[in-house]
């Protein structure tokens, strides 16, 4: 399985700060993405990385993939405590025709306001 | 707003009966996918869809089957509930190679 694996597991921060996730995964990859959940919800998906891309911003959020070390991390700037929400990495395979994601187990961020 | 829409949000259910779950999506969008999720364990792929009436099995294909006679329509039928299948069930669908949208998601209790 190529699951990505996110670290932390959970994540503890003041409204204003910088709070950095991080991804790792084990085989070869068409694209990286991650998503955010909001308890008891479904996933929104937000922002996707190409294998020959190395870094992508959508906002508040700056999104960094090292293929080389299999890595990716998730950089949400200036937090508010609207993004206190578990968020998770996908991976996207590489080659083949057909197209499934392998999810992470997840990081529960808090945003204490 | 493009939409993924599951027909429950909670469903209590008794072992042993026939359930089906049923999700909609109205994006013309060829892969719809049924995921589980539990505490600890993340998401897992159950079955997944890449055209009508075309399905593979996921990573837990076992006890469920799933159904696809048209484009917009991707229902999970669980053969006969156990409780081992108390579970978040989510519902996404995708164009090749582009990001999921997911539905909100069926907490199902069988009891």
């Known amino acids: 399985s190529q699951q990505g694996e996110e670290d932390p597991q959970a994540l503890s921060i003041q409204e204003g700060e910088n709070a950095t996730m991080n991804c790792s995964y084990k085989?070869?990859?068409?694209?990286l993405q991650w998503y955010r959940q909001n308890s008891g919800r479904g996933l929104v998906h937000l922002i996707l990385i190409r294998s020959n891309e190395r870094e992508k911003h959508s906002g508040r959020l700056r999104v960094t993939l090292d293929t080389s070390k299999k890595s990716s991390s998730l950089l949400i700037t200036a937090s508010r405590a609207a993004d206190t929400a578990s968020y998770f990495c996908?991976?996207?395979?590489?080659?083949?025709?057909?197209?499934?994601?392998?999810f992470g187990k997840g990081t529960l961020l808090t945003v204490n306001p | 707003d493009v939409k993924v829409t599951q027909s429950s949000r909670y469903l209590v259910k008794r072992t042993g009966e026939k359930v089906f779950l049923e999700c909609v999506q109205d994006m013309d969008h060829e892969n719809m996918f049924w995921y589980r999720q539990d505490p600890g364990l993340g998401l897992r792929l159950i079955y997944f869809?890449?055209?009508?009436?075309?399905?593979e099995k996921g990573d837990i294909p076992e006890g469920y089957s799933v159904s696809r006679e048209k484009k917009e329509r991707f229902s999970l039928i669980l053969e006969s509930a156990s409780t081992n299948q108390t579970s978040m069930y989510l519902c996404a669908s995708s164009l090749l190679f582009d990001g999921y949208t997911f539905g909100s998601g069926t907490r199902l209790t069988v009891v």
């Open positions: 996908a991976t996207g395979p590489g080659g083949g025709s057909n197209y499934k994601l392998t």
């Open positions: 085989t070869s990859i068409n694209n």
């Open positions: 869809s890449y055209d009508v009436k075309m399905k």
